[in-house]
């Protein structure tokens, strides 16, 4: 049950969101209600689903869906994006508490980020006013997309000093109107996915804009590979797009590819080291899809 148009091919594995999400094998203890808002991976692998239903928690699972073990009930409101670093410590975005929040491997709060309840005034620039996706560079800077309350990205070290701040409303390049997702490459560039100006654009790591991805509808989150293609999931466009640096389509499917159905507004996406690719959904699609490449 081949899937995608374009260069890279890729199957559905059937039931793997069913599973992993628990939404019918109840394979994660106590929770009996799932609303999955975004998706890693760690070094290892094993796929970290963010549920903001019942029960708030960051939940841990294998690559084949078998559930590990689950962090940060009890901590976390209102979970919206999620990073993993490679010391398994998890980053996560609490988007109404106005908050990032880092996580032991354990479950333990590490470091905050942000007022807790406390925004920042509207398209002030300043952290935090809903904040929407979290990311670490290779040399473990923290990057955070301030979206629904604010047109900015903010870099923090690692110990969570503010570096700095760019960007502002506009459809400018370096301007932003919902930054959401984010993700930094093995260069350490910046990808914004710019969900409302319907494009992906990339900075360096001092926020210097390089280039961006127009032909999109409605990004919502973006990941790269270790070969440097960009995964984008298009919220508004009800499809998963994957994209050369250069801009070339490699793969493109939606909501009517065989396998998929439910697949109606993708909301995250991450890919791991062998190539596959994990999709939430929200509204009426809620569910995780995995994706394997076979080309």
Same mark, same amino acid.
Request: proline share 4%; aromatic share 8%.
């Given at each position: 049950?081949?899937?995608? *148009? ?9 039931? /793997? ?17 799932? #609303?999955? !808002? %975004? ?9 970290? @689903? ?21 962090? +940060?009930? %009890? ?9 993993? +670093? ?9 988007? *109404? ?8 491997? *354990? ?5 905050? @980020?942000? #007022? ?23 040399? +473990?800077?923290?990057? =955070? ?7 900015? =990205? ?11 701040? /760019?960007?502002?409303? %506009? ?25 409302? #100006? ?14 961006? /991805? ?14 440097? #293609? ?22 493109? /499917? ?30 009426? %699609?809620?569910?995780?899809? !995995? ?5």
């Amino acid at each position: 049950m081949r899937i995608g *148009e374009g260069e890279l091919t890729y199957e559905v594995v059937l039931g /793997w969101g069913r599973s992993a999400s628990g939404m019918d094998l109840g394979q994660a203890p106590g929770v009996t209600k799932v #609303n999955i !808002k %975004g998706v890693a991976v760690d070094s290892q692998d094993r796929v970290y @689903l963010i549920n903001r239903g019942e029960s708030r928690q960051v939940l841990i699972f294998d690559k084949d869906g078998e559930f590990i073990t689950s962090v +940060g009930e %009890g901590v976390l409101a209102d979970p919206h994006g999620i990073c993993v +670093g490679p010391d398994n410590r998890v980053y996560v975005v609490d988007r *109404e508490t106005h908050v990032v929040v880092c996580l032991s491997a *354990e479950g333990r709060v590490q470091l905050t @980020l942000g #007022n807790m309840n406390r925004p920042s005034p509207k398209q002030s620039g300043t952290p935090f006013n809903l904040p929407t996706g979290v990311t670490l560079s290779s040399e +473990g800077d923290i990057y =955070i997309s301030d979206g629904y309350g604010n047109s900015t =990205i903010h870099k923090y070290s690692s110990t969570g000093s503010l570096n700095f701040s /760019w960007g502002g409303q %506009g459809i400018h390049p370096g301007q932003f109107n919902v930054p959401h997702g984010i993700c930094v490459d093995a260069e350490d560039r910046v990808y914004v996915a710019d969900r409302e #100006n319907n494009r992906v654009q990339v900075f360096d790591e001092e926020g210097d804009f390089i280039k961006q /991805w127009q032909d999109l509808t409605g990004p919502s989150d973006v990941a790269v590979d270790k070969d440097g #293609n960009l995964y984008v999931s298009e919220l508004a466009g009800h499809r998963v797009s994957v994209l050369s640096y250069g801009g070339d389509v490699l793969a493109r /499917w939606d909501s009517g590819s065989e396998g998929t159905n439910q697949f109606l507004a993708p909301h995250g996406i991450c890919v791991d080291s062998l190539g596959s690719v994990y999709v939430c959904g929200v509204g009426e %699609g809620k569910r995780v899809l !995995k994706f394997v490449r076979k080309s």
